[in-house]
């Protein structure tokens, strides 16, 4: 297998520019299915959770062409099958996308419940609910979910119980084939979402309002669209783990390729924490000079405090100079990477969905386990700062959603390498 060994207590610094957002791409890439032809994708981060999607789409029998490093062709003609086989669904829960775009096109699906890191329950009855309103008809059936539309599709108001992404992203897709208005109501806001809502415009649908809190999609069919080029988001969890590892060594690092705007709370618990952040249009800086203020965080949906940063983040809080609480409000497991951190010397007390932490003046190195995508990539910026060597495992988890994760903090001067030792991860 491989591991991730870093050597802790060199600083690190300079510039590193990130990818097209993971939970973009892997949307846009569903949405394709939606209209007929040759969909190219541009600022495709290069990472196994993409491959995955690709090949559900070619179980599908869409066809996929790597243009160039990060650009993807995919032509979706011949797309005939609308189920997708649990063998690749089980390893990603964002497969559950292909949901949306095959009942927008052929009126039913069959869908493999969904799996990926294991940090919640993943439960998709929001999805269900919200679909059913559009008139899908939904069976559960040996592990599968079995979708039709036996009187059509049609437009629905849709109050959804929390700001699901995921169901978000499912409603706008199959509302676009419906007859009528579909209004979605406490809809998720996240960039990604916008992103979504941008193609779909472009390909010919009327989506409005994302972005807010309420999106209205008028639907036009799927005779109406038409393949387009479009170009990802930059991803913004991506840029929070770089700026992360910039404040936890103090830095500066510099992260392009995004927008700062996306990463609003995090960076301003940065600037709480006494990092300094500087801004501009598509890059943000990160630099500290003194200790960490202890400062506490919550997780909420967009805009407040992503669930994806609240590891690395978490990280940072280890060495603060006082007490701080991490309140989990998403994901009920997402703490079980707090135990590999107490390895390396945190003072973690996890109560619930609240981890008290106690800020400890260094981290020392270790061996430990990622347990999850940004519980891993956490331990490895955590191993940055460390006394000693840490050897990360299970880095699986992190190949989901970093592309050459290593070679860039080499780049930025990081004494870490990936090497294969004897052993299988689990």
Not at 286 to 299: K, L
Request: net charge negative.
């Amino acid at each position: 297998m491989d591991v991730i060994r870093v050597v802790g207590g060199r600083p690190i610094s300079g510039e590193v520019t990130v990818e097209g957002a993971k939970n973009s791409a892997l949307k846009l890439m569903a949405a394709s299915i939606m209209a007929p032809g040759v969909t190219t994708l541009q600022n495709v981060p290069n990472i196994a959770d993409v491959h995955v999607m690709g090949k559900v789409l070619k179980r599908l029998g869409a066809k996929i062409k790597v243009a160039s490093a990060h650009e993807l062709v995919i032509d979706t003609s011949n797309v005939s099958k609308w189920e997708t086989p649990y063998d690749l669904v089980a390893q990603m829960r964002a497969s559950t996308a292909v949901l949306g775009p095959l009942i927008a096109r052929f009126g039913r699906a069959v869908v493999a419940m969904p799996g990926g890191c294991n940090i919640g329950a993943r439960k998709i009855d929001m999805h269900i609910l919200g679909l059913e309103a559009l008139g899908v008809h939904f069976e559960i059936d040996h592990g599968n979910i079995h979708a039709s539309t036996p009187d059509g599709l049609h437009g629905a108001e849709v109050a959804l119980e929390f700001a699901s992404v995921g169901a978000t992203e499912n409603l706008m897709m199959a509302s676009v084939a419906a007859d009528g208005t579909t209004v979605i109501d406490n809809a998720a806001r996240e960039p990604e979402i916008v992103d979504l809502a941008n193609m779909l415009n472009e390909m010919g649908a009327k989506v409005r309002g994302a972005g807010s809190p309420r999106i209205e999609i008028e639907g036009v069919g799927v005779d109406a669209l038409h393949p387009v080029e479009h170009r990802v988001i930059g991803d913004r969890i991506e840029a929070g783990t770089f700026l992360a590892a910039g404040a936890i060594c103090g830095g500066p690092v510099t992260v392009r390729g995004f927008d700062p705007e996306h990463l609003g709370l995090v960076l301003k618990k940065m600037e709480a924490m006494d990092i300094s952040i500087e801004r501009g249009d598509d890059w943000c800086t990160a630099r500290r000079d003194g200790p960490i203020r202890s400062v506490d965080i919550q997780t909420l949906p967009y805009p407040g405090f992503p669930t994806d940063m609240q590891a690395q983040t978490f990280s940072l809080l280890g060495l603060g100079d006082g007490t701080a609480i991490v309140t989990e409000n998403i994901f009920e497991n997402r703490f079980m990477f707090a135990s590999e951190l107490v390895r390396m010397g945190a003072q973690v007390t996890i109560e619930g969905h609240h981890a008290i932490v106690r800020g400890v003046p260094h981290y020392s190195g270790a061996e430990v386990r990622s347990t999850d995508l940004r519980g891993g990539a956490a331990l490895v910026i955590a191993g940055l700062e460390a006394d000693g060597y840490t050897t990360v495992s299970n880095i699986h988890h992190i190949d989901r959603g970093y592309e050459r994760f290593v070679e860039k903090l080499q780049g930025l001067g990081a004494d870490v390498a990936r090497v294969t030792v004897e052993g299988t991860e689990e």
